[in-house]
Structures are given as C-alpha cells and as structure tokens.
Nanobody, 126 residues
Framework: QVQLVESGGGLVQAGGSLRLSCTAS????????VGWFRQATGKEREFVAG????????NYADSVKGRFTISRDNAKNTVYLQMNSLKPEDTAVYYC???????????????????WGQGTQVTVSS
C-alpha cells in the first residue's frame, strides 16, 4: 500500500519560514520524481516545485523561485520543501505527489502524478 505523508505545516507570520516533509512508503521512492503542489480555498491546485529522481534537476513556480527550495533524501524516502520569506498569498493546503514515469525532470501538470498525500495546511498571517 502506497502512502505519502506530509508534515511540517502550520501558522506562521509573513516573512517567516517553514519546512515541509513528504515521506513515502510502499513504493520505490528513488525511482519517482516528486512534486509539491498547493491549493488555496476557491482556487485550482497549482504546481509549486518539483525534483527528479536523483535530485539533480529541480524546478519551481515563478511565484516561489528564490524563496522555496526543494530537496530529497532517498535513503529516508523523504522530500523536503524549505519555504522562506513566506507571504500571505502562500496560504494553502500543500500536497506532495509522485510521478513514476521515469521522467528526467519533474513535470508541472497535476494529472501526470499518480500518488498524492493528504495535504498539510500552511497559513501565513500578515
């Protein structure tokens, strides 16, 4: 049974930082690209950041570039999202997801991802 579990969300003031974790079980994690997505109330789910299998290729949404950093530790089956300089507009439920297609780069389209976590709430107050 595949499980992705996100953690690390919470309430933070604008300008603060949080680190999200996504820990996987039940699949060969090192063979998956992983994406972080977020969904704010009343909005569509959007790509935030992605990392390929080895961790050598990363990409980011323009809205978070320079503030967020994605990384992974395949030995721990975990992907991280370090979020700095948080803004109220970063408030959303954050999800991680796996892409087992052997892609060399993490893709931005939610529909290509096969397993999803339950999400973790991030709230940034002004």
């Amino acid at each position: 049974q595949v499980q992705l579990v996100e953690s690390g969300g919470g309430l933070v003031q604008a300008g603060g930082s949080l680190r999200l974790s996504c820990t996987a079980s039940g699949l060969t994690f090192s063979s998956c690209a992983v994406g972080w997505f977020r969904q704010a109330t009343g909005k569509e789910r959007e790509f935030v950041a992605g990392i390929n299998r080895s961790g050598a290729n990363k990409n980011y949404a323009d809205s978070v570039k320079g503030r967020f950093t994605i990384s992974r530790d395949n030995a721990k089956n975990t992907v991280y999202l370090q979020m700095n300089s948080l803004k109220p507009e970063d408030t959303a439920v954050y999800y991680c997801a796996t892409d087992r297609s052997w892609t060399s780069v993490a893709r931005r389209t939610p529909s290509v991802y096969d397993y999803w976590g339950q999400g973790t709430q991030v709230t940034v107050s002004s």
